[in-house]
T-cell receptor, first 111, second 116 residues
Framework: KQEVTQIPAALSVPEGENLVLNCSFT??????LQWFRQDPGKGLTSLLL?????REQTSGRLNASLDKSSGRSTLYIAASQPGDSATYLC??????????FGTGTRLKVLA | EAGVAQSPRYKIIEKRQSVAFWCNPI?????LYWYQQILGQGPKLLIQ????????DSQLPKDRFSAERLKGVDSTLKIQPAKLEDSAVYLC??????????????FGPGTRLTVT
């Protein structure tokens, strides 16, 4: 049974800092991994989708990496801004085709 | 391109009452998902449709929850009767395809349900 863990659960950093969010999964046989952002009271916004054959994806200040063999993905945010404050969720699609979500990392970027 | 639409945005009901949520996916998206997100947790898949057929409903409490997707477009999720533990945000998402392919999910704004 696939389980997805995100560490840390919460993170507070000063503006301008580079930071890394972690996502771990127990079953390495995945189809893809997707990172989302969720603002309070809102739905989820897709940030990056990494196919199982890819090692990383980049979009602007965001870079996501995938290491299937170790069951890990990281989301790197460069030069953080107060507008980056949100909850970041990763979701893994594996054997049963459904997405399994982690519990998220609540990020606060201080001005 | 219009996003995933959901209504209502908020709903407050008493336990044992019934409630229904509506979702309109992105045009052309064959796969539709309903998730339940309890405060402080990640979304949990309740049911997944491919066109108007059910792909996965293993985590849907079928004694009280039901869902349908007529004509492979809009979908409704119903709870009858509601319990206190059903208080959550119900999220609808869609993707171009499903199954073993790897298309992105796009989410609607969600419906926040409070059961008193």
């Amino acid at each position: 049974k696939q389980e997805v863990t995100q560490i840390p659960a919460a993170l507070s950093v000063p503006e301008g800092e580079n930071l890394v969010l972690n996502c771990s999964f127990t079953d390495s046989a995945i189809y893809n991994l997707q990172w989302f952002r969720q603002d309070p009271g809102k739905g989820l916004t897709s940030l990056l989708l990494i196919q199982s054959s890819q090692r990383e994806q980049t979009s602007g200040r965001l870079n996501a990496s995938l290491d299937k063999s170790s069951g890990r993905s990281t989301l790197y945010i460069a030069a953080s801004q107060p507008g980056d404050s949100a909850t970041y969720l990763c979701a893994v699609r594996s054997g049963t085709y459904k997405y399994i979500f982690g519990t998220g990392t609540r990020l606060k970027v201080l001005a | 391109e219009a996003g995933v639409a959901q209504s209502p945005r908020y709903k407050i009901i008493e336990k044992r009452q019934s409630v229904a949520f509506w979702c309109n996916p992105i045009s052309g998206h064959a796969t539709l998902y309903w998730y339940q997100q309890i405060l402080g947790q990640g979304p949990k898949l309740l049911i997944q449709f491919q066109n108007n057929g059910v792909v996965d409903d293993s985590q849907l409490p079928k004694d009280r929850f039901s869902a349908e997707r007529l004509k492979g477009v809009d979908s409704t999720l119903k709870i009858q009767p509601a319990k206190l533990e059903d208080s959550a945000v119900y999220l609808c998402a869609s993707s171009l395809m499903g199954g073993g392919t790897s298309y992105e999910q796009y989410f609607g704004p969600g419906t926040r349900l409070t059961v008193t």
